[in-house]
């Protein structure tokens, strides 16, 4: 299991350029916008996607995902060096020395492994108005599209999506979950990377929770916020009263998996999460 570390994406002050437009007969076709607001937002969307595509940052990118994310499914949970810590590293800006290519001694039908993985994705963002978000997006398509998985095996989720937001996540082929987890997606034994940047503390405790045991967890990839991070920006008695499940995760004895008790949060907490409002409301089993 990886996590990412945190830290803000940049724009980019400066790019190599464009790829040149097809010109003439044999020019690709368009794809077909969502129409009115929501072709704007599209066709923005895929402007980020192209310029990331010719950035440094997804050049070096390609190398780590080579590297560390097409390893064998029984090996994950072995990964010495999550793309996170590297990603850490990395920004839009042009580097001052050539980018090395990936080893092209890698075997590129290794990628074909990770074709079977899910993903989901939690707090993006308003990527309507929002650059930061629009370029996150960007870069899930192009991870989606490095590892061959196809975009409907993406789920993707953020309460503050609006509707055109939700179209054209819809246009591009995502699957737009139509209620809020808060996070407490058990993988069901089927291998998943979860894109959560920059996701409140809460939200990663609930994902812990509901994959609590040494055979979910290892069939498992975040790519986020550190933990080692969060750990350190919180006492510890508040990580491991409020969010015990990440802070399990630092020592973990044979007998810490029998305790699944679901988090439990007040309503007085600063959480970093939206709340699922109509769960709220209802009452618990046995209730009247």
């Known amino acids: 299991m990886a996590a990412a570390a945190a830290g803000d994406w940049k724009t980019v002050p400066k790019r190599r350029g464009r790829r040149p437009k097809p010109a003439g007969a044999g020019a690709a076709p368009v794809a077909p916008e969502a129409g009115g607001d929501g072709g704007v937002v599209r066709r923005r969307v895929c402007e980020a996607r192209d310029d990331l595509l010719i950035s440094d940052l997804w050049h070096l990118t390609e190398g780590i995902i080579q590297k560390h994310l097409t390893k064998p499914l029984e090996q994950l949970q072995d990964v ?12 839009l800006e042009p ?16 990628l074909k492994r990770t074709s079977h993985f899910k993903c989901v994705c939690y707090g993006i963002g308003k990527f309507a108005s ?12 192009l991870f989606l599209e490095k590892l061959e998985i196809p975009r409907n095996h993406c789920c993707i989720f953020d309460p503050l999506f609006n509707e055109i937001e939700i179209s054209v996540l819809n246009t591009l082929g995502l699957t737009v979950l139509s209620e809020n987890e808060e996070g407490k997606r058990s993988i069901c034994d089927e291998a998943t990377i979860f894109y959560m940047i920059h996701c409140g503390t809460a939200l990663y405790n609930n994902l812990l929770w509901s994959n609590w045991s040494v055979d979910s967890l290892s069939k498992m990839m975040i790519i986020g916020n550190s933990f080692k991070g969060i750990e ?8 491991q009263k409020d969010y015990p499940y990440v802070a399990k995760l630092k020592e973990l004895p044979s007998e810490i998996w029998t305790i699944q008790e679901e988090p439990d949060y007040s309503e007085g907490e600063e959480l970093e999460i939206i ?8 009452p618990f089993p046995g209730q009247h």
Do not use: M
């Not at 929002?130 to 398509?141: D, E, W």
């Not at 709340?275 to 209802?282: S, V």
């Open 80 to 91: 010495r060096e999550p793309i996170s810590e590297a990603l850490d590293h990395l920004h």
């Open 95 to 110: 580097s001052q020395h050539p980018a090395e290519a990936p080893n092209s001694n890698l075997r590129e039908d290794s």
């Open 130 to 141: 929002c650059v930061i978000a629009r370029n996150q997006l960007a870069f899930l398509l």
């Open 232 to 239: 350190g920006k919180l006492l510890t008695r508040i990580l």
């Open 275 to 282: 709340r699922n409002q109509r769960k709220l409301t209802q």
